[in-house]
Each structure stands twice: as structure tokens, then as C-alpha cells.
T-cell receptor, first 112, second 116 residues
């Protein structure tokens, strides 16, 4: 059974710092992994998707990496801004026709 | 539509009543998912549709929960005889459903269900 863990549950850093959010999963046989952002009272917005055959994806100040053998993914945020404050969730899919399992998220706060 | 639409956005009901939650996926998306998010928690998978069929309904918590999808589009999640522990945000998501590994998931804003 696939389990997805995100540590820490909450993180507070000053504006301008680079930071890394962690995601680990127990079953390395994954199809893809997505990182999402959730703002309070809102739905989820997809940030980056890494296919099983890929090692990383980049979008602007965000970079997500995937290491299937160790069951880990990281989301790197460069030059953090207060607008980056949100909860970040990772989600893993086992196959093209399977459900998507979410971690419990990391609540990120960027201090001005 | 432009995005995944869920209605109502908020629902307050009394314990024991039945509720129906609706999801309109993005036009052309054949895959549809329901998740539940309790306060301060992650997303709990409920059910997954491909077209009108549900290959995976393993996350439905009890037989009080059911879901259907008609015409390969709109889906309804029904909770019978609601209990206080059913209070949560119910999120719907859709994707193209063509089985490509770069296929992203798009979420609606959710229905906040409160059972008094």
C-alpha cells in the first residue's frame, strides 16, 4: 500500500530565502508525482508534474526532483516571497488508471 | 467550462439528513476523482471515475456514501444519513483520462459540508 509522507508539517522562513520541501513515498513503482499548492479555503493548483522517467521539472522559481529508488521528491523554491505562503502537497500515482495518493502537506509561511 | 465547478460551495445540514454534492468537470475530461479533506488534514481518496464507470471506489468510508456519473460528465456524491464525522471539504478533480504520464489533475474549489 502506497503511503506518502511530508515533513515538516509546517515551515516558516524569512522572505528571500531558498527552501526545500520534502516528500517521501513507500512504493517506488510510481507513474508520476505531482506537487500542488493549496491556499486557505481554496482548491488545489498543480505546480509541477514529474513523470516516472524524469528526474526533475522546473517552472520559474520552482524546481521539483524525483528519486524513485530512494522514494523521495523535493520541491525547491528559490528566493521565497510572501505570496508563496500556502500549503504544499505532493501526490503519487501508481499507474495510468489508478487513484492518486496525497501526502498531508507542508504549511509554508514566508515572513516579510 | 473553464474549470472544475462544484456546488454548493457550502452546505449545512442536520445529522441524519441526506446530502448531494455536485461536480462539473472540465469539458472533455473523462477521468473524475472525489476526495475528502478534514480540517488540517491531507486529502483522503474516495472514488475515481473513468467515463461513467468507477474502477476504484475503495475509498468510500461506508455504505452511506455513493457516487454516480452520467453522460461521462457531471458527477454526484451522495451521503445518506449524515453524521457529524462527515463534516469536511469535499473536493472534486478531473483530468483528460487518456492515460498519459504527463496528465495533470485539476481541482474544483470544493464543497464545505457541515453536519450539525
Amino acid at each position: 500500500k502506497q503511503e506518502v509522507t511530508q515533513i515538516p508539517a509546517a515551515l516558516s522562513v524569512p522572505e528571500g530565502e531558498n527552501l526545500v520541501l520534502n516528500c517521501s513515498f513507500t512504493d517506488s513503482a510510481i507513474y508520476n508525482l505531482q506537487w500542488f499548492r493549496q491556499d486557505p479555503g481554496k482548491g488545489l493548483t498543480s505546480l509541477l508534474l514529474i513523470q516516472s522517467s524524469q528526474r526533475e521539472q522546473t517552472s520559474g522559481r520552482l524546481n521539483a526532483s524525483l528519486d524513485k529508488s530512494s522514494g523521495r521528491s523535493t520541491l525547491y523554491i528559490a528566493a521565497s516571497q510572501p505570496g508563496d505562503s500556502a500549503t504544499y502537497l505532493c501526490a503519487v500515482r501508481r499507474s495510468s488508471a489508478s487513484k492518486i495518493i496525497f501526502g498531508s502537506g507542508t504549511r509554508l509561511s514566508i515572513r516579510p | 467550462g473553464a474549470g472544475v465547478s462544484q456546488s454548493p460551495s457550502n452546505k449545512v445540514t442536520e445529522k441524519g439528513k441526506d446530502v448531494e454534492l455536485r461536480c462539473d468537470p472540465i469539458s472533455g475530461h473523462t477521468a473524475l476523482y472525489w476526495y475528502r479533506q478534514s480540517l488540517g488534514q491531507g486529502l483522503e481518496f474516495l472514488i475515481y471515475f473513468q467515463g461513467n464507470s468507477a474502477p476504484d471506489k475503495s475509498g468510500l468510508p461506508s455504505d452511506r456514501f455513493s457516487a454516480e456519473r452520467t453522460g461521462g460528465s457531471v458527477s454526484t456524491l451522495t451521503i445518506q444519513r449524515t453524521q457529524q464525522e462527515d463534516s469536511a471539504v469535499y473536493l472534486c478533480a478531473s483530468s483528460l483520462g487518456v492515460g498519459q504520464p504527463n496528465e495533470k489533475l485539476f481541482f474544483g474549489s470544493g464543497t464545505q459540508l457541515s453536519v450539525l
